[in-house]
C-alpha cells in the first residue's frame, strides 16, 4: 500500500511540474517580444553586432564576460556565465557561420535574465541550482562572410577530433574545462527539411546524438533523450507536427557526438524553416522558449521521470519541401504536350558588400512531384509554359528601367531588358532580367540547372511570369517583388 502511496505521489508530482512548465512555457510565448534583442532583426549580423551587446552585459554584475580566445582572423570568441548552481549547462552556437537564428535567441535569453521585474521566483531558483555557461558564437570569421566553414575552409564541426582550428581548440577546452552535465548544440539546418513524410516543415529537430556506431543508449545519453521528450511534448503544444528528428548516424568528428561520448548530456538543436519566416524570427522565439524550459527543467528534474518511448516516436526529417512548385503546367517540346510539375529552389547569395543577400533560382525537378510540397504551391491546370522574350528595341538604364511599368512589358511576354553598359553586379533588385549589349537573347529552358524564366498563359493570355523563379501574376495593380539577374 505504501508502495502504491509512493507511486501516486510521484506521478502527481510530476504531472503537476508538468502542468507548471508548460504554463511558464505558454507566459513565454505570450510575453515574448518583451525580452527579445531589438538590434538583432535578421540573419546577416556580424561580431561587431554581438560585440557591442555584450559590451553591455559586462556593465551588469549578474553576468561573468570572459574571452575563451579568438578565431583564426582574430576575433574574441566569448564565454558568458550565470548563477551559482550545482548543475552545470553548456549552450554554444554558430558553429557554422550561416546559422545565426540560436544565436539571436541566446540574446534573448540574456536579456530575460537581465529583467528585473518579471519572472523572478522562477529566476531566482533557476539560478540557484544551476550555473549556465554561453558561448554565443564559435565561428565569427565564418558569421563575417555568412559561410558555414571558418577562414580555414574547414567545418568546425569535423574537427572535434582533429583539433586543428583555433575555434575548435577554445571549444574542447571550455569544455573540457567544465564538465557540463549537460550540452546543447544550437544549429540551423536546411529549411526544405519536412517532419517525417509530412507536408509539414521540421521548424524544429532534435537529436541526442549518439556514442557509437551501434547506437547504445547508456546513462548520459538516456538524459537528453528524456529531455528531448519532454520538449517535444510541450513544442507540440505550439507548432504541432512541426518537430523532427535530426538523422541519428553517428559522426565521431562531430562535437556533439564527442561531447556525448565524453559524458555530457548533449542535445542537438536544428532549427528549420516556417512559412513565412524568410529571416527565422518565430523560429528564434521557439528556441527562446525550448532553452529556457529545458534549463528550468534541469535544474528542477522534471524531466526525469518522461518515458524514453517519446523520443522514439518523433519523426526523422525528410528532404519533402522545395522552396517553389509549380503543378500541372502543360509543356510542348517537339510538338508533344505534356503535363509537369517543376520543383524551384532558391540560393541565397551574399553580394560583394557582403551585406545584402540577392537569390538565384534553380530548377530542381521535374515530372510528377505530388508527394513535395512548395513554401510557394501553385496549381497551374489549364495553364501552360511559353517562352520569355527580351525586349531589344533599344537599351535602357537601371534609373529608367525604375520608371517603367512593368505590366504592359509582361504582358507582351518581356522579362528581359538590354542595359546600355554593363554593371558589375550579378543581380538587379527588380523582378527582370538584364543583358548586355553582347548577350543579346535569353531563352526559356525547361530542365534540371536551368534558370526559371518563363511566361504562362492561358487561352493565349499571359497571366503570369516567372522571373528568375519569382512569380508575378501580371496585373495593373500588382506590386511585383523579387530580383532579377544579370547576364554579361
Given at each position: 500500500?505504501?508502495?502504491?502511496?509512493?507511486?501516486?505521489?510521484?506521478?502527481?508530482?510530476?504531472?503537476?511540474?508538468?502542468?507548471?512548465?508548460?504554463?511558464?512555457?505558454?507566459?513565454?510565448?505570450?510575453?515574448?517580444?518583451?525580452?527579445?534583442?531589438?538590434?538583432?532583426?535578421?540573419?546577416?549580423?556580424?561580431?561587431?553586432?554581438?560585440?557591442?551587446?555584450?559590451?553591455?552585459?559586462?556593465?551588469?554584475?549578474?553576468?561573468?564576460?570572459?574571452?575563451?580566445?579568438?578565431?583564426?582572423?582574430?576575433?574574441?570568441?566569448?564565454?558568458?556565465?550565470?548563477?551559482?548552481?550545482?548543475?552545470?549547462?553548456?549552450?554554444?552556437?554558430?558553429?557554422?557561420?550561416?546559422?545565426?537564428?540560436?544565436?539571436?535567441?541566446?540574446f534573448d535569453i540574456f536579456n530575460f535574465f537581465s529583467d528585473t521585474s518579471n519572472y523572478q521566483d522562477i529566476k531566482?531558483?533557476?539560478?540557484?541550482?544551476?550555473?549556465?555557461?554561453?558561448?554565443?558564437?564559435?565561428?565569427?570569421?565564418?558569421?563575417?562572410?555568412?559561410?558555414?566553414?571558418?577562414?580555414?575552409?574547414?567545418?568546425?564541426?569535423?574537427?572535434?577530433?582533429?583539433?586543428?582550428?583555433?575555434?575548435?581548440?577554445?571549444?574542447?577546452?571550455?569544455?573540457?574545462?567544465?564538465?557540463?552535465?549537460?550540452?546543447f548544440n544550437l544549429h540551423d539546418q536546411n529549411h526544405r527539411y519536412a517532419a517525417g513524410n509530412s507536408f509539414k516543415?521540421?521548424?524544429?529537430?532534435?537529436?541526442?546524438?549518439?556514442?557509437?556506431?551501434?547506437?547504445?543508449?547508456?546513462?548520459?545519453?538516456?538524459?537528453?533523450?528524456?529531455?528531448?521528450?519532454?520538449?517535444?511534448?510541450?513544442?507540440?503544444?505550439?507548432?504541432?507536427?512541426?518537430?523532427?528528428?535530426?538523422?541519428?548516424?553517428?559522426?565521431?568528428?562531430?562535437?556533439?557526438?564527442?561531447?556525448?561520448?565524453?559524458?555530457?548530456?548533449?542535445?542537438?538543436?536544428?532549427?528549420?524553416?516556417?512559412?513565412?519566416?524568410?529571416?527565422?524570427?518565430?523560429?528564434?522565439?521557439?528556441?527562446?522558449?525550448?532553452?529556457?524550459?529545458?534549463?528550468?527543467?534541469?535544474?528542477?528534474?522534471?524531466?526525469?521521470?518522461?518515458?524514453?518511448?517519446?523520443?522514439?516516436?518523433?519523426?526523422?526529417?525528410?528532404?519533402?519541401?522545395?522552396?517553389?512548385?509549380?503543378?500541372?503546367?502543360?509543356?510542348?517540346?517537339?510538338?508533344?504536350?505534356?503535363?509537369?510539375?517543376?520543383?524551384?529552389?532558391?540560393?541565397?547569395?551574399?553580394?560583394?558588400?557582403?551585406?545584402?543577400?540577392?537569390?538565384?533560382?534553380?530548377?530542381?525537378?521535374?515530372?510528377?512531384?505530388?508527394?513535395?510540397?512548395?513554401?510557394?504551391?501553385?496549381?497551374?491546370?489549364?495553364?501552360?509554359?511559353?517562352?520569355?522574350?527580351?525586349?531589344?528595341?533599344?537599351?535602357?538604364?537601371?534609373?529608367?528601367?525604375?520608371?517603367?511599368?512593368?505590366?504592359?512589358?509582361?504582358?507582351?511576354?518581356?522579362?528581359?531588358?538590354?542595359?546600355?553598359?554593363?554593371?558589375?553586379?550579378?543581380?538587379?533588385?527588380?523582378?527582370?532580367?538584364?543583358?548586355?549589349?553582347?548577350?543579346?537573347?535569353?531563352?526559356?529552358?525547361?530542365?534540371?540547372?536551368?534558370?526559371?524564366?518563363?511566361?504562362?498563359?492561358?487561352?493565349?493570355?499571359?497571366?503570369?511570369?516567372?522571373?528568375?523563379?519569382?512569380?508575378?501574376?501580371?496585373?495593373?495593380?500588382?506590386?511585383?517583388?523579387?530580383?532579377?539577374?544579370?547576364?554579361?
Amino acid at each position: 500500500m505504501n508502495k502504491i502511496i509512493t507511486i501516486l505521489l510521484i506521478l502527481l508530482f510530476n504531472g503537476t511540474a508538468m502542468l507548471q512548465n508548460y504554463e511558464f512555457e505558454q507566459s513565454l510565448y505570450y510575453n515574448y517580444e518583451f525580452f527579445k534583442e531589438k538590434s538583432l532583426q535578421n540573419r546577416f549580423f556580424k561580431h561587431s553586432d554581438i560585440v557591442k551587446l555584450i559590451s553591455n552585459l559586462k556593465k551588469n554584475n549578474l553576468f561573468d564576460v570572459n574571452v575563451a580566445g579568438k578565431s583564426f582572423e582574430g576575433r574574441e570568441i566569448f564565454l558568458l556565465s550565470i548563477g551559482n548552481g550545482n548543475k552545470k549547462i553548456f549552450l554554444w552556437s554558430q558553429m557554422h557561420g550561416d546559422e545565426p537564428t540560436a544565436t539571436m535567441a541566446l540574446f534573448d535569453i540574456f536579456n530575460f535574465f537581465s529583467d528585473t521585474s518579471n519572472y523572478q521566483d522562477i529566476k531566482k531558483f533557476i539560478l540557484s541550482n544551476a550555473k549556465i555557461y554561453f558561448m554565443p558564437m564559435v565561428n565569427p570569421d565564418g558569421a563575417e562572410l555568412f559561410k558555414r566553414r571558418n577562414a580555414l575552409s574547414i567545418d568546425l564541426n569535423r574537427d572535434a577530433n582533429r583539433l586543428q582550428t583555433p575555434e575548435a581548440k577554445i571549444l574542447m577546452n571550455v569544455f573540457d574545462s567544465l564538465k557540463a552535465d549537460f550540452g546543447f548544440n544550437l544549429h540551423d539546418q536546411n529549411h526544405r527539411y519536412a517532419a517525417g513524410n509530412s507536408f509539414k516543415t521540421a521548424a524544429i529537430s532534435f537529436l541526442a546524438p549518439p556514442i557509437n556506431y551501434e547506437k547504445q543508449v547508456d546513462s548520459v545519453r538516456l538524459n537528453a533523450i528524456k529531455l528531448i521528450g519532454s520538449l517535444y511534448k510541450m513544442l507540440n503544444k505550439f507548432i504541432p507536427g512541426h518537430i523532427a528528428k535530426y538523422s541519428d548516424d553517428y559522426e565521431p568528428r562531430a562535437f556533439g557526438d564527442t561531447f556525448q561520448r565524453k559524458g555530457t548530456s548533449t542535445i542537438l538543436v536544428e532549427s528549420g524553416g516556417w512559412q513565412d519566416d524568410q529571416e527565422k524570427q518565430f523560429i528564434r522565439k521557439l528556441n527562446f522558449i525550448l532553452l529556457l524550459s529545458a534549463i528550468k527543467q534541469i535544474a528542477e528534474n522534471s524531466f526525469k521521470n518522461i518515458p524514453e518511448t517519446i523520443y522514439d516516436s518523433i519523426p526523422f526529417n525528410e528532404e519533402k519541401i522545395f522552396d517553389v512548385v509549380f503543378r500541372n503546367l502543360l509543356y510542348e517540346k517537339n510538338g508533344s504536350k505534356i503535363k509537369i510539375d517543376i520543383g524551384i529552389n532558391f540560393e541565397e547569395v551574399l553580394d560583394d558588400d557582403k551585406n545584402v543577400v540577392y537569390k538565384k533560382a534553380t530548377i530542381e525537378d521535374i515530372g510528377d512531384l505530388s508527394v513535395f510540397y512548395g513554401y510557394t504551391d501553385v496549381d497551374f491546370t489549364g495553364y501552360e509554359i511559353s517562352d520569355i522574350k527580351t525586349y531589344t528595341d533599344e537599351s535602357i538604364t537601371i534609373d529608367e528601367l525604375k520608371k517603367l511599368n512593368l505590366t504592359e512589358f509582361y504582358k507582351k511576354g518581356f522579362v528581359n531588358f538590354l542595359i546600355k553598359k554593363s554593371i558589375d553586379k550579378d543581380w538587379v533588385d527588380l523582378p527582370v532580367n538584364l543583358l548586355s549589349n553582347e548577350k543579346k537573347e535569353i531563352r526559356t529552358k525547361i530542365s534540371i540547372g536551368a534558370r526559371p524564366n518563363f511566361v504562362i498563359k492561358k487561352n493565349g493570355k499571359i497571366d503570369f511570369v516567372v522571373v528568375n523563379g519569382f512569380l508575378q501574376r501580371v496585373s495593373n495593380n500588382s506590386d511585383y517583388k523579387g530580383n532579377g539577374l544579370i547576364y554579361k
